[in-house]
Nanobody, 126 residues
């Protein structure tokens, strides 16, 4: 089970940190991804962190502004979002997956992930 929280309303240029708490499984062996979905749009990839935290992958739209980290001792993954823009407004979801294909280029595909959190709303005002 995954639960994402930490969303809210922030002005453009501001920062937020999302958290994703995992329970019920040993999520330390899972790659953890963040995705987002804006109204009327498809779910899109934001970033992924490997099970060890040694590798991270980001969408071009957030590279340099967002940072993913994880604390396996706490079964928690974080998404630090800086320099937020109105176009970052969306519901943000965390996801967990173990497939090898995640590490061979499939990290941006929602179908590669087996478990999903319920989402947290992020709204960036201009």
């Amino acid at each position: 089970q995954l639960q994402a929280f930490g969303g809210g309303l922030v002005q453009a240029g501001g920062s937020l940190r999302l958290s994703c708490a995992a329970s019920g499984r040993t999520f330390s062996i899972y790659a953890m991804g963040w995705f987002r979905q804006a109204p009327g749009k498809e779910r899109e990839f934001v970033g992924t962190i490997s099970w060890s935290g040694g590798s991270t992958y980001y969408a071009d739209s957030v590279k340099g502004r967002f940072t993913i980290s994880r604390d396996n001792a706490k079964n928690t993954v974080y998404l630090q979002m800086n320099s937020l823009k109105p176009e970052d407004t969306a519901v943000y979801y965390c996801a967990a997956g173990r497939r090898r294909s995640i590490y061979s280029g499939g990290y941006y595909l929602p179908a590669e992930y087996d478990y999903w959190g319920q989402g947290t709303q992020v709204t960036v005002s201009s």
